[in-house]
Protein backbone atom coordinates (compact mmCIF):
# COMPACT_ATOMS: atom_id res chain seq x y z
CA UNK A 1 0.00 0.00 0.00
CA UNK A 2 1.45 3.24 -0.84
CA UNK A 3 -0.21 6.35 0.53
CA UNK A 4 -4.04 5.77 1.43
CA UNK A 5 -4.60 3.66 -1.48
CA UNK A 6 -3.06 0.18 -2.44
CA UNK A 7 -1.11 -0.36 -5.30
CA UNK A 8 -2.48 -2.36 -7.69
CA UNK A 9 -1.34 -4.26 -10.92
CA UNK A 10 2.28 -4.17 -12.51
CA UNK A 11 3.06 -1.04 -9.90
CA UNK A 12 1.67 -2.87 -7.13
CA UNK A 13 4.33 -6.08 -8.17
CA UNK A 14 6.89 -3.63 -8.29
CA UNK A 15 6.40 -1.80 -4.83
CA UNK A 16 5.68 -5.16 -3.39
CA UNK A 17 9.20 -6.76 -4.45
CA UNK A 18 11.25 -3.13 -3.51
CA UNK A 19 9.33 -1.80 -0.31
CA UNK A 20 11.11 -4.03 2.14
CA UNK A 21 14.42 -4.56 0.67
CA UNK A 22 16.98 -2.48 2.43
CA UNK A 23 18.85 -1.27 -0.42
CA UNK A 24 18.99 2.35 -1.21
CA UNK A 25 17.93 1.59 -4.76
CA UNK A 26 15.00 -0.22 -3.75
CA UNK A 27 13.53 3.07 -1.97
CA UNK A 28 14.56 5.13 -4.83
CA UNK A 29 12.24 2.96 -7.07
CA UNK A 30 9.72 3.35 -4.62
CA UNK A 31 9.86 6.92 -4.37
CA UNK A 32 9.68 7.41 -8.04
CA UNK A 33 7.08 4.41 -8.45
CA UNK A 34 5.14 6.69 -6.07
CA UNK A 35 5.73 10.02 -7.89
CA UNK A 36 4.43 8.29 -11.42
CA UNK A 37 1.21 7.06 -9.48
CA UNK A 38 0.50 10.44 -7.96
CA UNK A 39 1.05 12.52 -11.26
CA UNK A 40 -1.13 9.62 -13.25
CA UNK A 41 -3.44 10.08 -10.50
CA UNK A 42 -3.88 13.72 -10.65
CA UNK A 43 -4.43 13.48 -14.56
CA UNK A 44 -7.45 11.30 -13.77
CA UNK A 45 -5.65 8.24 -15.90
CA UNK A 46 -5.31 4.69 -15.08
CA UNK A 47 -2.16 3.76 -13.97
CA UNK A 48 -2.14 1.07 -16.85
CA UNK A 49 1.72 -0.09 -18.24
CA UNK A 50 1.41 2.16 -20.61
CA UNK A 51 0.62 5.15 -18.81
CA UNK A 52 3.16 4.33 -16.13
CA UNK A 53 5.95 3.80 -19.03
CA UNK A 54 4.58 7.05 -20.43
CA UNK A 55 4.85 9.29 -17.40
CA UNK A 56 8.01 7.75 -16.91
CA UNK A 57 9.67 8.76 -20.44
CA UNK A 58 8.08 12.03 -20.03
CA UNK A 59 9.92 12.31 -16.77
CA UNK A 60 13.36 11.28 -18.27
CA UNK A 61 12.87 13.64 -21.25
CA UNK A 62 11.89 16.72 -18.67
CA UNK A 63 15.22 15.53 -16.35
CA UNK A 64 17.37 15.44 -19.09
CA UNK A 65 16.35 19.38 -20.33
CA UNK A 66 15.95 20.61 -17.04
CA UNK A 67 19.07 22.67 -15.76
CA UNK A 68 18.44 21.81 -12.24
CA UNK A 69 22.06 20.76 -10.47
CA UNK A 70 20.04 18.18 -8.33
CA UNK A 71 19.56 16.25 -12.06
CA UNK A 72 22.81 16.62 -13.13
CA UNK A 73 24.85 15.60 -10.05
CA UNK A 74 22.04 12.67 -9.23
CA UNK A 75 22.81 10.27 -12.94
CA UNK A 76 21.48 7.03 -10.59
CA UNK A 77 17.74 9.09 -10.77
CA UNK A 78 18.15 7.92 -14.52
CA UNK A 79 18.70 4.42 -13.48
CA UNK A 80 16.24 4.43 -11.28
CA UNK A 81 13.82 5.38 -14.03
CA UNK A 82 14.97 3.05 -16.43
CA UNK A 83 15.22 -0.01 -14.25
CA UNK A 84 11.19 1.27 -13.06
CA UNK A 85 10.69 1.05 -17.23
CA UNK A 86 12.44 -2.52 -18.09
CA UNK A 87 9.82 -3.77 -15.44
CA UNK A 88 7.03 -2.35 -17.31
CA UNK A 89 8.17 -4.52 -20.12
Do not use: W
Not at 7 to 28: C, D, F, L, M
Not at 51 to 66: H, N, P, V, Y
Amino acid sequence: MMGDAPVEGIAGEIYAKHRNSTQPESHQVCAILGAVLEVVQAEGLQPTPTTLFAALMSSLEKSETQASAQVRHQPQCHTHRATYCSRLL
